[in-house]
């Protein structure tokens, strides 16, 4: 059973567009995290959100967090080639610990010229 | 900075072989962690370490050993490879899992490639 449900699975999109992933989940979470993964690499913390309502901006990246702390968005102003990747939300269930932390099914971002 | 370095990057094995998959992190974090990364499905915790001597099963365990002889160290062992293990394995570490504060991501490493044919 998947926890966190991300859509769109897909996007692809040209360059100066504006997009909008989204992270939901039936499971209220402490916090929650996003990560951008460049082929070949591992994820990159973007940013976390602790509080409901919570809302923070990264350069053109806006992350919300859901009021009932079940879901997440991620807004991209703008879009630039150096914005392709996957983007992955990972939720922190009460409790703690490590094995908790559950990652999302992924949204795979692809920005042309 | 290294980070967390995995080897090998890249792997084939036969049904029934085993390996080992080595991480290592120079950032003397206590919690480390290996994952394994499949298409439409995220990152499935496998195991993972709250320090040195110490691991714990995670989401997916079946089919792999860990061991934590060294806080810098974390392996990754499958006993007898199957085909269901083909995947990207990535190790990460942390400084702690106080995930609610905000203020200790995971550190991932750039992941092995591995195919069981």
């Known amino acids: 059973t998947q926890l966190l449900e991300q859509s769109p699975q897909f996007l692809s999109i040209q360059e100066g567009e504006n997009l909008t992933v989204y992270c939901n989940s039936s499971?209220?979470?402490?916090?929650l995290q996003w990560y951008r993964q460049e082929p070949g690499e591992g994820p990159v913390l973007l940013v976390t959100v602790v509080t409901g309502g919570e809302v923070k901006k990264l350069k053109r990246l806006t992350f919300q967090f859901g009021d009932a702390r079940k879901d997440s968005s991620l807004h991209i102003t703008a879009a630039q080639p150096g914005d392709t990747g996957l983007y992955l939300c990972?939720?922190?269930?009460?409790?703690?610990?490590?094995?908790?932390?559950?990652f999302g099914t992924g949204t795979r971002l692809q920005v042309t010229l | 900075n290294a980070g967390v370095t995995q080897t090998p990057k890249f792997r084939v094995l036969k049904t029934g072989q085993s390996m080992t998959l080595l991480c290592a992190q120079d950032?003397?974090?206590?919690?480390m962690y290996w994952y394994r990364q499949d298409p439409g499905m995220g990152l499935r915790l496998i195991h993972y370490s709250v320090g040195e001597g110490t691991t714990a099963k995670g989401e997916v365990p079946d089919g792999y050993n860990v061991s934590r002889l060294k806080k810098q160290n974390f392996l990754l062992g499958l006993e007898s490879a199957a085909p269901s293990q083909t995947s990207v394995y990535f190790c990460?570490?942390?400084?702690?899992?106080?995930w609610g504060r905000g203020n200790s991501p995971l550190h991932f490493g750039n992941g092995t490639r591995l195919t069981v044919t």
């Open positions: 990460a570490s942390s400084y702690s899992f106080s």
């Open positions: 990972a939720g922190a269930l009460y409790g703690g610990t490590a094995s908790k932390l559950t």
């Open positions: 950032m003397n974090h206590e919690y």
């Open positions: 499971s209220v979470f402490s916090s």
